[in-house]
C-alpha cells in the first residue's frame, strides 16, 4: 500500500512539474521509479539475479 501511495505522490508531482516548468521529459520519472521497483523486487529474491529475470520474464 505504502508503495501505491508512493508512486501516486512521484506521478502527482511529475504532472505538477511538467505543468510548472513545461518540461515534458519529467514525464518520464514515474515510469523510471516504476522500473526501479521492479530490479529492486527482483534483487530481494533469493535466488541469483539472472535466474530470477528470467523467471519473471518466462511466466505465462
Do not use: N
Not at 506521478?11 to 513545461?22: C, E, F, P
Amino acid at each position: 500500500m505504502i508503495a501505491l501511495i508512493l508512486f501516486w505522490g512521484i506521478s502527482i508531482a511529475s504532472v505538477i512539474a511538467t505543468i510548472k516548468w513545461k518540461k515534458p521529459l519529467l514525464l518520464t520519472v514515474p515510469f523510471a521509479a516504476m522500473g526501479l521497483y521492479m530490479v529492486v523486487e527482483m534483487a530481494r529474491v533469493p535466488l541469483p539475479f539472472w535466474e530470477t529475470v528470467q523467471m519473471v520474464f518466462d511466466l505465462k
